[in-house]
């Protein structure tokens, strides 16, 4: 049976920005939310076995429990999300190893946490601010275990999928994927260029922690857990990862052209294309979820010219016109996304990967038919995986010689390239994305 750490334990921890939330939440809310975490990990995992994300498994459950206020939702969101990050440590849900989840990840004290290890006074303040090494003695001081290793909190074939960049040893890169993984992300911002000023200035009031992104124009970034529902007439900002922002500068649309965007989803780099083009020009949206392009409907305003389309690539024929642009965010592994949606790498298999990269081929070949000669076409998946980003972009070169990349600069860090740009999840604090740009001989 794993010891119980001593109270001193966690008064080693560091307490800067730590506030008494004992205090402003009573013992038997504490107490209850203490009660319901292990069934609810539990539960979601069982959901994440089967495939499913955990942000839809926990929606589901916050429509079962409409009694959880925002304070109950806003701990067990946390809770669970944070299994799944140092899941690869803890093994299996109970009550010291669901607390040490939520506070490997927590930078202040919650009662509740507290209570699931029998310390319910003072509570325990949060390991989030540790570097990884000395998170992992928390670990072990607390389950009585050896010190875990680091790379157990990813799957073990993650290394022998990666794509290493020319000069990286591959223990350097890997250790540097892992430990961006860990990571909480912050939320990021797209401004509106017709707006912008006032729209930063709206979002500041409500979101003191909003500030510039520093790396691209109009990017605002966001530290986590910040409330971000509001709107107001005049005021227009989408969220969208800074990563995502990429990919629509890199796209380097102009007013006037036409652009299909094959692999919509809700549509965010669809508007991005739009606001890129200064709302002249035509764009198609299409994706094989009819609930995406719903989700793009509500979200594009009437000035936006953007035709949304149910398209699925192994059925249907691809539309009946050529365009200046093609962008092709390809379904993919998403191991770029793993800080962000950390169930995503316990709900993915190896041998998906191929599979994945099957789709890509057939997407892109496709992509490719519809491209004008002269015109751009644009690869992007929020990956890391080889097989998915060079690899895939070597193989079509190989297969339609009539593209060839052209050179491009990385958005984020201004690096020259020769038209196949890696954005890196430390370069930003967001998600890994590849992106190739490629232009159709005339």
């Not at 192994?314 to 200046?324: Q, R, T």
């Not at 298999?349 to 496709?366: C, F, T, Y």
Request: charged residues 25%.
């Amino acid at each position: 049976m794993a010891k119980r750490a001593s109270h001193e334990t966690y008064c080693r921890l560091p307490r800067a920005g730590v506030k008494s939330l004992s205090m402003t939440l009573p013992y038997r809310a504490a107490k209850k939310q203490a009660e319901l975490a292990v069934p609810l990990v539990e539960r979601i995992s069982e959901s994440v076995s089967a495939g499913i994300p955990a942000d839809r498994a926990l929606g589901r459950y916050y429509r079962e429990h409409p009694e959880f206020g925002s304070r109950d939702r806003r701990f067990f969101s946390g809770l669970v999300f944070s299994w799944f990050r140092w899941k690869g440590w803890l093994l299996f849900p109970s009550p010291e190893r669901c607390a040490l989840a939520y506070m490997l990840d927590a930078s202040q004290a919650h009662p509740a946490p507290g209570i699931m290890i029998g310390v319910p006074a003072p509570v325990p303040p949060g390991a989030g601010n540790l570097p990884l090494e000395e998170k992992a003695a928390v670990v072990a001081g607390l389950l009585g275990v050896p010190e875990p290793r680091i790379e157990s909190l990813a799957p073990p074939w993650l290394s022998s999928i990666l794509h290493f960049p020319s000069g990286a040893t591959a223990p350097g890169h890997l250790r540097k994927c892992l430990e961006s993984f860990q990571a909480r992300p912050s939320t990021f911002i797209r401004l509106s260029a017709r707006n912008s000023a006032r729209s930063a200035d709206f979002l500041k009031a409500r979101a003191p922690s909003a500030v510039p992104s520093g790396k691209i124009a109009l990017a605002m970034e966001v530290k986590p857990a910040s409330d971000l529902n509001f709107t107001s007439p005049g005021v227009s900002f989408e969220i969208q990862d800074i990563a995502s922002q990429c990919v629509g500068l890199l796209c380097g649309p102009s007013g006037g052209e036409s652009w299909w965007d094959v692999c919509a989803g809700g549509g965010g780099k669809s508007l991005h294309l739009a606001d890129l083009m200064d709302q002249r020009g035509s764009i198609l949206a299409t994706d094989i979820r009819k609930s995406s392009l719903d989700a793009l409907a509500r979200r594009t305003g009437s000035a936006r010219r953007i035709e949304r389309r149910v398209w699925n690539a192994a059925d249907d024929p691809a539309p009946g016109k050529n365009f200046d642009g093609v962008l092709l965010d390809a379904p993919c592994s998403g191991i770029g996304t793993w800080s962000r949606n950390p169930d995503a790498r316990w709900r993915i298999n190896e041998s998906d990967i191929p599979l994945r990269r099957a789709l890509q081929e057939k997407l892109i070949l496709s992509a490719a038919e519809k491209t004008k000669p002269r015109g751009r076409l644009i690869y992007s998946v929020c990956t890391l995986a080889e097989t998915e980003t060079e690899s895939l972009v070597d193989w079509f070169l190989k297969a339609r010689p009539d593209f060839r990349l052209e050179s491009a600069s990385n958005p984020l860090t201004g690096e020259k390239t020769g038209g196949k740009v890696w954005i890196w999840p430390w370069d930003s604090g967001a998600n890994g994305m590849f992106v190739a740009r490629m232009r159709r001989e005339g």
